[in-house]
T-cell receptor, first 114, second 111 residues
Framework: SQTIHQWPATLVQPVGSPLSLECTVEGTSNPNLYWYRQAAGRGLQLLFYSVGIGQISSEVPQNLSASRPQDRQFILSSKKLLLSDSGFYLC?????????????FGPGTRLTVT | GQQVMQIPQYQHVQEGEDFTTYCNSSTTLSNIQWYKQRPGGHPVFLIQLVKSGEVKKQKRLTFQFGEAKKNSSLHITATQTTDVGTYFCAGPLDSNYQLIWGAGTKLIIKP
């Protein structure tokens, strides 16, 4: 069966510090991968998605970036965090087909920028 | 652009009362998906509806997809404390691999 891992679970970082969040999927190959951010009590904001190694589509211009160095690994980064980057970061995967199947989410990372 | 509107934003119910959330898309959808997010947790897929007029049930949950495939609803009969959370609908964005998400409806059980 497929599983998705995210770490760390929680993170407190000062403004201006770098960020690296990692997501890995097991038990499948060539998944579509997604990074979402959720502000407290709000809906899901799609940040990036990837349909293959090295292929990243950005939905929201900001100081975040994403990379997919391996088929089942998706990384979210920032060089300098802003207060507004605080939130709940969720990674999700779906089978790599043209039909958007249901998305499976990781446990998420709660980021607080102080 | 394509939008999915979901109402209400919150619904407070007494335990045992019913709950309904509605989802409306600006365009026809090939399918619609429903997710549940428990407090402090991550969204979990509940169900996908594909056919016009489709109705699916999961125990006390009833999901409907409109005839025009532009609206959907989730109805919970006789809510229980385990139903607490936020319910999201989502539909595929035309021409790529994204989902368009509703803003969610938070189910709150009154003490």
């Amino acid at each position: 069966s497929q599983t998705i891992h995210q770490w760390p679970a929680t993170l407190v970082q000062p403004v201006g510090s770098p960020l690296s969040l990692e997501c890995t999927v097991e038990g499948t190959s060539n998944p579509n991968l997604y990074w979402y951010r959720q502000a407290a009590g709000r809906g899901l904001q799609l940040l990036f998605y990837s349909v293959g190694i090295g292929q990243i589509s950005s939905e929201v211009p900001q100081n975040l970036s994403a990379s997919r160095p391996q088929d089942r690994q998706f990384i979210l980064s920032s060089k300098k965090l802003l207060l507004s980057d605080s939130g709940f970061y969720l990674c999700a995967w779906t089978p790599g087909t043209l039909v958007p199947y249901e998305q499976y989410f990781g446990p998420g990372t709660r980021l607080t920028v102080t | 652009g394509q939008q999915v509107m979901q109402i209400p934003q919150y619904q407070h119910v007494q335990e045992g009362e019913d709950f309904t959330t509605y989802c409306n898309s600006s365009t026809t959808l090939s399918n619609i998906q429903w997710y549940k997010q428990r407090p402090g947790g991550h969204p979990v897929f509940l169900i996908q509806l594909v056919k016009s007029g489709e109705v699916k049930k999961q125990k006390r949950l009833t999901f409907q997809f409109g005839e025009a495939k532009k609206n959907s609803s989730l109805h919970i009969t006789a809510t229980q404390t385990t139903d607490v959370g936020t319910y999201f609908c989502a539909g595929p964005l035309d021409s790529n691999y994204q989902l368009i998400w509703g803003a969610g409806t938070k189910l709150i059980i009154k003490p």
